[in-house]
Every structure is written in C-alpha cells, then in structure tokens.
C-alpha cells in the first residue's frame, strides 16, 4: 500500500483504485484506458479541456452513468478494495458513502433544515434530537452554521449562491460519506464565494477523500494535492496522460 504525505497529513493510497477503464455511451467511447490510484483524506484534481471526459469519469465513480441508457464500462472501480459494480453492491449504499456536489447549486426548494435533514431521514434517522443535532454538525463543518442558525425554517432558495453551494455541500455531509466528488463547484460562484468553497475544501480534506473537476487551473494548484491531467484523442474518446 503506498503512503503519501501532504501538508504534513499522512494519506493512504489506494482509497479509490481505477483499473483498465473504458467507458461507453453506445457506440461512443467517451473514455479509454484509464488507471489512477486516488489517496484518501487528499484533494485530487481532474482537469483536462472540455469534452475529454472529466465529468464523465466523475460520475462514474458513483455510478451515476447507471441512469444514461445504453451506457456500459469495462474494467473496474474499487472502492476500499470492492469493485462498486459488483452485482451486489447497494448503489443507494454506494451514493451515500461517495457524494456528489454538481456545477450549479442544487437546493430543494424546502427549507434549509429540511434539505440538511433529507438524507438522513431516508436512511433511517428518525429522532427530532438526532436530526436537529446531524443538521447542526453538518453545517457548522460546511462552514455555514454561523450564517443561518437564526433562519433555518426560512427556504433554502433564498440563500446566496455561494452559501447554496455550501448548503449543497453540508446536505452531502450529512450522511457521513467517505468520499466527495466535486464538479466545477465554484464555476457559477464569484471569487469571494470561491475562495470561502476552496477554504472549506482543505478543512474538509483531513477527514474526507476529495475529487474535484476543474477547469481552473490556478484552482486546482492552490487546493489539489495530485491531479489527474485527461486529454481528448483524435476520436474524441478521453485518456489519462
């Protein structure tokens, strides 16, 4: 098993290992021959110009893919050693323990305690203690506790975009995942709101296993302690270089 050390934090290799993957939409190969061991506790970095694959392969990685029709894969994705499309694996199991921030924020239109309680509430919380305790933790980690406690009846629509994307972020929290895919989070977000999501990302990474797709490349420096560098060849089908 390999070691890394990043800022002074010891990482295990091997939280996420990609082998031998090729990936279809159809008779489209939008990915092929792709290898990569991504540490855990660590910020990894996907970038790469557009259409080679990048989101693609992010969602892959929770297999959110399973939705498009006529999608396949060959090769495999193992998480903590278990291929995830293993034929017994739980996807709703697996999309809790590998969550997902999209581009723009996607809040539901209920209130913010309410969007940090959904989750758990599906998987089993049922106990107004418990729940009020969970949305508590998850925002005060997402660093957004001390800018809502006082209106969290209040819709969560009526938030910023930066403190949407922050929502977003705690409602993923929430359900204790392991890992935490990111896909251009702060694209529709200003610099401020940027920088406040980028802070949020190196606290988050002492606990968390993070993959994010940029295609900021000053971002991925300043946040990203490995980088995985995707191209497009000449049939459009997307590699690792």
């Known amino acids: 098993m390999t070691i890394y050390n990043f800022n002074g934090q010891t990482c295990r290799g091997g939280k996420i290992k990609v082998k031998n993957l090729n990936f279809y939409y159809g008779s489209f190969q ?8 991504i540490p855990g506790c660590a910020i990894t970095a996907i970038i790469g110009p557009s259409g080679c694959g990048k989101s693609s392969f992010l969602r892959l990685l929770n297999r959110m893919n399973d ?6 894969i060959e090769g495999s994705i193992e998480l903590d050693g278990n291929n995830i499309f ?9 999309r809790k323990n590998v969550g997902m921030v999209f581009q723009k924020p996607n809040p539901f239109p209920i209130s913010i305690f309410d969007n940090i309680a959904f989750g758990p509430k599906q998987h089993g919380k049922k106990s107004k203690i418990e729940l009020e305790e969970i949305v508590e933790n998850s925002l005060k980690q997402a660093a957004l506790w001390e800018e809502v406690k006082d209106k969290l009846g209040q819709s969560a629509l009526a938030l910023s975009g930066g403190q949407q994307q922050r929502l977003c972020i705690a409602r993923v929290l929430s359900v204790e995942p392991q890992v935490i895919l990111m896909d251009e989070p702060c694209s529709a977000l200003d610099p401020m709101a940027t920088l406040k999501i980028e802070d ?20 991925a420096a300043r946040v990203s302690d490995t980088t995985a560098f995707f191209m497009m060849e000449p049939d459009r089908a997307g590699s690792l270089v």
Do not use: C, F, P, W
């Open 30 to 37: 939008a990915l092929r021959d792709i290898n990569l061991d």
């Open 200 to 219: 949020l990302m190196r606290t988050l990474a002492k606990n968390y296993t993070i993959i994010i797709v940029t295609h900021n490349m000053q971002q």
């Open 86 to 94: 293993d034929k017994a694996v739980d996807v709703v199991e697996l």
């Open 67 to 72: 939705l498009i029709y006529g999608s396949r």
